[in-house]
């Protein structure tokens, strides 16, 4: 069972949790097929989307899964709420709690808001990424769609390759994968990866081919230029030619190999496209996962408040 | 009754329909606290909020309001409707007029935008906020706020406190106490009272600590340094140490003194921390009090016309 | 019937196709007039609307019509999709389509953006505007404003003023009006007119009082400044001195001549104050016609999938 107010990120989570996260939205997958693919679960309920940072394919996911479920939903995008600065967050809490919304999915740029948020006001809080914090859905949507492709998680070898430093995809897949039993191994030029991060239970390998080689999925992320305060790697051309995920370097890797990315994807950079749009790419099942995890989320944790 | 088309300003409301919204105000407060807060009243009616200048929290607080009436709500945000500029308010306003909408609530920097849109159109017209004229659904919050925490709004010495002269705030609730029986006080700089304001039946006063003295209810505005052209004041510090409601200050006032600010709050500055956050502050009421006022709108002007 | 999974332009329709569509949305103008302007035919469904160029009345009106049928509307704002550039439309496509909605209205300043759309995914497109290209939905309105003021399209010689040149408004109109049986003139300056467009069956004048002598409808476009690269007229001024629709040009028409403009209107521009709001003026009646036919257009494409 799920009894929590808030999904704020996957390290607070027991493994029984996610597995509840993962079978909620396996049954809720057998709605979207239908041809009215709504529900009237949280007929009545207020979902706020409160993007602080600009995103387009988690907003539509999350709006997409509450509107499914019948719950209204509104919209605070990042123009209009830059307007409200010069008002704290807790204030800004404060101030939406008191218009007694169910739930205020949020995206923000500082990490740690999400948690402030929860903590000051009584509505439920989704953490849809925070900074290079957590991204907590997009790592419940990766393990259902291991699952599904795999038959299970626990003892298969997953490698994240790229920019691990920055992202927050990859913290919360490391942290939902060495919890559901998976091995992490991370990939990326030693300027992107954290010092420290063996802590966490993961191994470290700094070339491509070598680290690929018996791996059963192969997570890629998105290098996100705009995140960089500074250079980490000489060029893009170069991190695509070390980094980049061709062919070439595929063949090393073992069969039956998968390939997943959270999306937006570039094309010739992280990835090449013979890669991406290969079969075994599962970066679609990704898209329309998210938005099944996201009903079970906002299913999950409205009910355990009825 | 109330048999209205628009609600376009206090100063032309009469004190038995002011009384009407807020009984009518006060019936829906009680559908929000149900697990379901939505009732089916306004079902296959719509209403567009065309926010001209930004706003978040009034914009939700509308939105809110209709979705929890079931009515179908559009959003028109700054950013797109610059884009039609170039076109007139009254051609915009045949063109929506066009589309058979029930109600479009409007806020624009333009003072008498929502009068000529009631004027040139069928739909019914709220406003909400229009320069520095009017914002009538605010003082119609606090009207409500005041008579559920004193019982009565007759009688009571109420001070406005601050930048007067730009507050469409302070005029609306000038009129609405006015028409309800209350006496008024503007508290603030010379530079910030308008001239020959005291025909409104107010009184004046320049110190803050002289003001409040007497007064059952202190309201302080927000200091928009983006609507002053000129300085109106040395500096943010000095309007602080001057006019900022601290502890200090607020002693000087009687038992039972209510403090509101219509917010966002800027802390330090207009009000300190430990009075906006003192239980005898009803900043956050007013907010909860803005949706059920903002139903009991939707609710009688189209009822009205049903 | 309508069997197409996509309104992608007026180019590809077949007359009975364009019937069926004027005829279903006249049936839909009756539900328009009712107290509850809503039906549950496409409860369940959802149409996202991908506004890629800023447009404030078309996307109502698409929203609008959708909410009246009951879908579930999403909207991507210019603000917001350029957020995801950098991802290639045909991926972005995938990924909407891993979401699973069914119709995507797009408008998007490349030629070419709706058809590349509906070819690589399974949802519907309704092409709402892409460049200069076509605008399809407008020139399905003006058939339909036009048959329910002359009672027949047939036959009549309709003027189509203006910028030629960039109006993909006049493109759509060209092909629809030719189809349905109707002579069509072209009016505007040499350099407006695109060379070879004779190809197109339409006649060709540059004299506006000598082009509009024997027209039943005079259909003048808006002069978009924007959209021009370079000058193609002196000034906006001798623009209106030599085309701008004024009431002594207009006593050249026949009697019973209609005026028809898609919006928004530049008043003393290319249209005359006292030629835009005369009765025999239906810039009105298209938009209340938009409506109309936008919901028969998203029944016609998602009734064909059931």
Redesign the interface.
């Known amino acids: 069972m799920f009894k929590r107010k808030d999904l704020l990120g996957i390290q607070d989570l027991q493994r029984e949790e996610i597995s509840t996260i993962l079978d909620t939205a396996e049954s809720f997958k057998e709605i ?1 097929t ?5 529900v009237p679960t949280l ?4 979902v ?1 989307n409160f993007f602080h940072e ?4 988690t ?3 999350f ?2 899964a509450a ?2 479920l019948s719950a ?1 939903t ?1 919209n ?6 830059s ?2 600065k ?3 967050l807790k ?2 809490a ?8 169910d739930i205020i999915v949020i995206r923000h740029s500082a990490p740690g808001a999400p948690h402030l948020l929860a903590q000051v006001a009584k509505f439920s809080v989704i953490n849809a990424g925070d900074g290079a914090h957590e991204h907590p859905t997009q790592a419940l949507v990766d393990l259902l769609t291991i699952k599904e492709h795999k038959g299970k998680i626990k003892g298969l070898q997953i490698a994240i390759v790229g920019d691990i430093l920055h992202s927050r995809v990859a913290r919360s897949n490391i942290f939902a994968l060495g919890k559901m039993g998976a091995k992490v191994r991370l990939i990326g030029p030693p300027t992107l990866i954290p010092p420290f991060i063996e802590q966490l239970d993961v191994s470290i390998e700094h070339s491509l081919e070598k680290g690929i080689r018996d791996c059963d999925v192969i997570m890629l992320l998105r290098i996100q230029l705009e995140r960089q305060k500074r250079v980490f790697f000489p060029s893009i051309r170069e991190y695509a030619r070390l980094y980049g995920l061709t062919p070439d370097k595929l063949i090393k890797a073992q069969e039956g190999v998968l390939i997943m990315h959270p ?5 010739g950079v992280e990835i090449d496209p013979r890669v991406a749009d290969a079969p075994f790419s599962l970066i ?2 990704q ?2 996962n ?2 099944a995890v996201r009903m079970a989320l906002l299913y999950l944790i409205l009910g355990g408040k ?1």
Chains 1, 2, 3 share one sequence.
């Open positions: 979207l239908r041809p009215i693919k709504k007929r009545g309920k207020t706020i600009p995103s387009t394919r907003r539509i996911s709006e997409i509107k499914r209204d509104i605070i995008s990042p123009s209009t709420s307007l409200i010069g008002e704290s204030d800004m404060k101030t939406l709690e008191a218009m007694n919304p999306g937006p994807i570039n094309r679609l099942d898209v329309t998210g938005i009825r």
